[in-house]
């Protein structure tokens, strides 16, 4: 008689296989978006410097144009936070940029962050009224761990509010089949019971 071994895997061990996985693969996406090349490199090289919590890994998108940055956003639907110049190709190009991200493309969840070396371009309080964004900062007072927790605290919070998107996707899915269930099966037309 042949003897086979089998091995299990419990619910359990496979759950917390695949959640060990998932998060060694986890990846937040910042943009900067910088028409100064030595700032945006020492800005990039700030951000590499950043060691996030769980193994999750930083992937760091650069533009240098309000355009290039238009283009990054297409072809990433996934980015977290945007690191936003706001004095570029002209005084208001990163204004009309934010704009652009939240009503053109459609784009609520992306957290902004403005970063300008010319506040008196466009004023804090009265930009902070206008736009939907997130934080203002002055370039001179952006030191590495002001950097590293605006970067960390707007990432978790870009992730905690995608999750809450993705699971009120998934309640709309829900609720959409109970419908279509329950317009098949109306009480109305069930036969009336002997």
């Known amino acids: 008689m042949v003897k086979s071994t089998y091995s299990f895997v419990f619910l359990e061990e496979k759950d917390k296989s695949q959640k060990d996985s998932e998060q060694l693969s986890k990846v937040w996406k910042v943009l900067s978006v910088e028409d100064d090349l030595d700032y945006q490199n020492a ?40 690191l936003l110049d706001v004095v570029m190709e002209d005084d208001d190009t990163g204004l009309r940029l934010v704009s652009t991200i939240r009503e053109e493309l459609g784009n609520a969840l992306v957290r902004i962050v403005l970063v300008t070396g010319q506040p008196g371009f466009a004023p804090e309080k009265e930009v902070m009224s206008a736009l939907d964004i997130d934080e203002y900062w002055n370039k001179a007072d952006l030191k590495l761990n002001k950097l590293h927790s605006i970067v960390s605290s707007n990432m978790r919070t870009w992730n905690y509010i995608s999750e809450l998107a993705d699971a009120r996707q998934g309640l709309k899915v829900v609720l959409d089949a109970a419908r279509t269930i329950n317009s098949r099966y109306d009480l109305a037309t069930l036969p009336a019971p002997y």
């Open 43 to 82: 800005l990039v090289s700030s951000l590499e410097a950043l060691i996030l919590p769980n193994n999750i890994q930083l992937k760091i998108l650069t533009a240098n144009s309000a355009f290039e940055a238009s283009n990054v956003l297409s072809a990433h639907k996934d980015i977290g936070l945007i």
